[in-house]
Nanobody
Framework: VQLVESGGGLVQPGGSLRLSCAAS????????MRWYRQAPGKDRELVAL????????DYVDSVKDRFTISRDNAKSTVYLQMNSLKPEDTAVYFC????????????WGQGTQVTVSS
C-alpha cells in the first residue's frame, strides 16, 4: 500500500497550490479519502474529505470556500485545490485512505510541506 503526496511548496499569501495523492496497492474506489494537516506544535487536523464516489465532500470551517477536494477513481488519485492561501495554512499536509466494514483500514501518506509566506 502506498499513498504518495506531491504539489507542496512555498507560496505567497493569496496564492494557490494543488496537492495530489497517488494511491496504489488497494481498491482506491472503496475508500473515503481525506486530507489532514499538521502545523508545528499543533495536533493533526482533518481538512477535507470525499466519499468513495466523489458525490459528497466536507471541509473544516477554516478552509470552506477556499479549498476543494476531488478524486479520480480511474487514476487512483485524490486532489486538494487550495486557493487564497493564508499564512495559517502553513503545515504538513497528509493524505489518508479510510474504510470501515466490520474492520477498519486506515492508510497514510508521508506528507508534503505547504508554506505560505511573503
Amino acid at each position: 500500500v502506498q499513498l504518495v503526496e506531491s504539489g507542496g511548496g512555498l507560496v505567497q499569501p493569496g496564492g494557490s497550490l494543488r496537492l495530489s495523492c497517488a494511491a496504489s496497492g488497494f481498491t482506491f474506489s472503496s475508500y473515503v479519502m481525506r486530507w489532514y494537516r499538521q502545523a508545528p506544535g499543533k495536533d493533526r487536523e482533518l481538512v477535507a474529505l470525499i466519499t468513495t464516489g466523489g458525490g459528497s465532500t466536507d471541509y473544516v470551517d477554516s478552509v470552506k470556500d477556499r479549498f476543494t477536494i476531488s478524486r479520480d477513481n480511474a487514476k487512483s488519485t485524490v486532489y486538494l485545490q487550495m486557493n487564497s492561501l493564508k499564512p495559517e495554512d502553513t503545515a504538513v499536509y497528509f493524505c489518508n485512505a479510510f474504510r470501515s466494514a466490520g474492520i477498519t483500514w486506515n492508510y497514510w501518506g508521508q506528507g508534503t510541506q505547504v508554506t505560505v509566506s511573503s
